[in-house]
Nanobody, 117 residues
Framework: VQLQASGGGLVQPGGSLRLSCAAS????????MGWYRQAPGKQRELVAA???????NYADSVKGRFTISRDNAKNTVYLQMGSLKHEDTAVYYC????????????WGQGTQVTVSS
């Protein structure tokens, strides 16, 4: 199973970016999909997640600015990020749970998001 994340880059404060993460390989019964981030010197934290049924949850710091969505036909999860702030700078990792009872967890390779003027 491989997760390919893309869409990171350099953006000015107030700008927007859209991250994508596509899963491939022998994957089945995908459950929750999510995005985490890790800033230098900090622990990895959950940014947003979406269940197989479409329910979402967000970190308080991104509520109202970020939107997570998924395309089950493409095994892809997206993170639309808006009103970006300096503190959103981090490496963003996609994550998904799959298999019977979501027993397996897979991580993407990480994509850098830098918010700077």
């Amino acid at each position: 199973v491989q997760l390919q994340a893309s869409g990171g880059g350099l953006v000015q404060p107030g700008g927007s970016l859209r991250l994508s993460c596509a899963a491939s390989g022998s994957i089945f019964n995908i459950g929750a999909m999510g995005w985490y981030r890790q800033a230098p010197g900090k622990q990895r934290e959950l940014v947003a997640a979406v269940t197989s049924g479409g329910s979402t949850n967000y970190a308080d710091s991104v509520k109202g600015r970020f939107t997570i969505s998924r395309d089950n036909a493409k095994n892809t999860v997206y993170l639309q990020m808006g009103s970006l702030k300096h503190e959103d700078t981090a490496v963003y990792y996609c994550n998904l749970r799959w298999g019977p009872a979501s027993v397996y967890t897979s991580w993407g390779q990480g994509t850098q998001v830098t918010v700077s003027s």
